[in-house]
């Protein structure tokens, strides 16, 4: 299995008026910003790098990555460390 | 009657399990959640499994726990980010039923005698709940079903991680009956010696004795115990949410340094006393009967009480009978570690009062009232605004404001 790695991350994210909480672009450290193109799944979940919340899993640029909202922010399970 | 079904669930070692969630790569070395060692409230709270592989035992010092293992990591607790994980944890339980009791931070009962119609047999939930709580939250427990809420504490204890063990009426005598008596509740340290002088050793030994002897012997408990160990307990799971009346209001503190002299712990419940009666009076309460309790350095606990005529909240009040006790049943031979004064014997602050023709009623609504002042005065500016001139004399034992920093106590069963 491919190692992964925590990481904190910026989120831009939709509000609407349902309630609904949907990322929208996730920014990395060096100010890359990557849309995400679908929320796949939403549910509450432990992640395997530490910690748990609710988890987002995402189509970002291509490829599928798991988004967490832990507490009151957010993190990335991540490929680069 | 139903027969009741009645889950206990356990979050294994609590506090080091929700730091090893939080930080996987704590799993792979030996680390303890412990106090800090300056502020010398240096014990292990929990320890993980490698930890315990060392021998390493909750509620020792710092020290004992470094000599057995060097290399142990050392946490200190975050209790904020405790009680919002185990409060994630209750709110899977709570989507099974209303009756979810909290006894302390990671244990509960779970009352589904109410829910089995809907989502099935007791160890069928208890699955579910294991691992949802494993996969929403990354923790584990363990459970134990049994038709009272005794047994079901007991079963979660028989298995970790992860234990799911069901106690029913069928196989009790095999289960309980040859665990060590005092894993029963209310069998204490004292009550064990006694029990082992009379040749109980096993909660079997227990249950098969006759009830009036038990009672005899060890009086309304032992009648109590011996329903436990016969799995007749009836009390209720309580709903969720339900708040038991205050009992009583405490406070204790474990000093940075040794306690050396009468003066010394004068100093410090001067500060516990105001902050005991500050609470009371923020809830309306007062209590007649003050009771001080003191541990030195070997870590033995003992407290004594006195009954007054007049239900207070006045520090000046409680602090007298403190100090008259601390006189009477301490002569500090062994300095103290840790010190700790409540007031029970609670009632409403607005009930009646019988008047005392010896004291003056007028005087001490005033002195109530100039504490009430002060208080206002701490909640304006801070609480080391107004203080005893005595606290300045050992800033180093009396600086800490006991309101604000609470500490989070066990619970009683009852």
């Known amino acids: 299995m491919m190692k992964l790695y925590k990481r904190y991350v910026d989120v831009l994210t939709l509000h609407d008026r349902y309630g609904n909480l949907i990322p929208k672009v996730m920014i990395w450290d060096n100010g890359m910003e990557y849309p995400i193109d679908r929320v796949l799944e939403i549910r509450k979940s432990a992640s395997q790098v530490g910690g748990c919340g609710i988890l987002y899993r995402c189509r970002i640029a291509g490829v599928e990555r798991n988004l967490f909202l832990e507490r009151t922010r957010w993190f990335i399970e991540s490929a680069k460390p | ?414």
């Open chain 2, 1 to 414: 009657m139903q027969e009741r079904v009645i889950l206990h669930s356990d979050i294994n070692h609590c506090y080091a399990q929700i730091e090893e969630m939080r930080h996987p790569e704590l799993r792979k070395i030996p680390m303890a959640v412990g106090g800090h060692e300056e502020a010398r409230h240096g014990i292990i709270l929990a320890k993980n499994d490698m930890a315990k592989a060392y021998h390493i035992k909750t509620g020792e010092s710092l020290r004992e726990a470094y000599a057995k293992c060097p290399q142990l990591k050392i946490i200190h607790p975050d209790y904020e980010a405790y009680m919002y994980y185990t409060e994630q944890v209750k709110d899977i339980y709570r989507a099974y039923t209303d009756k979810v009791e909290s006894f302390g931070l990671d244990e509960a009962w779970i009352d589904l005698t109410q829910s089995i119609s809907l989502f099935g047999s007791g160890k069928a939930i208890a699955q579910e709940i294991q691992k949802r709580v494993w996969q929403e939250i990354g923790l584990s427990v363990s459970i134990g079903v049994s038709y009272n809420k005794i047994f079901a504490k007991l079963g979660s204890d028989m298995q970790k991680p992860m234990g799911l063990v069901e106690i029913r009426k069928d196989n009790y005598q095999t289960l309980v009956w040859p665990l060590p008596v005092e894993d029963l509740f209310y069998v204490g340290r004292a009550t064990k010696k006694k029990l082992r002088y009379y040749g109980i050793d096993t909660i079997g030994d227990l249950a098969n004795l006759s009830k009036g002897w038990m009672k005899d012997h060890f009086g309304k408990m032992g009648e109590l115990i011996w329903w436990f160990a016969n799995g007749e307990d009836i009390s209720e799971v309580a709903l969720s949410g339900a708040k038991e009346p205050v009992k009583s209001v405490g406070n204790a503190i474990t000093a940075p340094r040794d306690i050396n002299t009468f003066e010394e712990a004068k100093i410090i419940y001067y500060v516990l006393v105001e902050s005991v009666a500050s609470r009371m009076r923020d809830s309306g309460l007062r209590g007649n009967v003050i009771s001080i309790s003191l541990r030195n350095k070997e870590l033995s606990w003992f407290s004594r009480q006195r009954k007054i005529m007049q239900a207070t909240n006045i520090a000046q009040e409680i602090m007298l009978v403190v100090l008259q006790l601390l006189k009477e049943n301490y002569t500090f031979e062994q300095p103290l570690r840790t010190i700790g004064v409540s007031v029970s014997g609670i009632e409403d602050d607005q009930a009646l009062t019988q008047l005392n023709l010896f004291t003056s009623e007028e005087e001490r609504q005033r002195q109530k009232q100039l504490e009430i002042s002060i208080d206002q005065i701490r909640n304006r500016f801070g609480f080391a605004k107004v203080r005893r001139c005595v606290t300045l004399l050992t800033p180093d034992l009396s600086e800490f404001n006991p309101k604000e920093e609470h500490v989070i106590h066990p619970v009683s069963f009852f």
